[in-house]
């Protein structure tokens, strides 16, 4: 089932995979530039970040794709509210985060909806 959806989908598919690349090779570079450099750009902080998803499956695919990119990690995930709460290496705001998060999970649920 999920298959179909998939393939129904495969033009949204196509469009995620491409900004999750285009995010994945600029988070390596970002962190690549900070261990090569001696000066220290870092700003860490664990951001709660409010979701529209809907399914345990949209939620996990889009803690996931946050943590598999280089400098934020998934922590923890409230399972009344849906909210994840995510650890940064790079926040310049709390706002601009939730709007980056917002258009991956935008795009994520895309696919899987």
Sequence with gaps: MIALRLLGNVHHLVAFIAYFIYELV???????????TPT??????????????????????????????PGTLSLE???????????????????GFAADIARMERLLLKVLR
């Design 26 to 36: 600029l988070a390596n570079a970002r962190v690549a530039y900070e261990v090569l």
């Design 77 to 95: 995930v409230d399972p009344t509210t849906h909210d994840l709460y995510v650890h940064t290496l790079y926040l310049t705001s709390r706002e």
């Design 40 to 69: 220290h750009h870092m700003r860490a902080a664990i951001v709660r970040v409010h979701t529209n998803t809907r399914t345990d499956l949209e939620l996990t695919s889009l803690a996931n794709a946050i943590t598999m990119t």
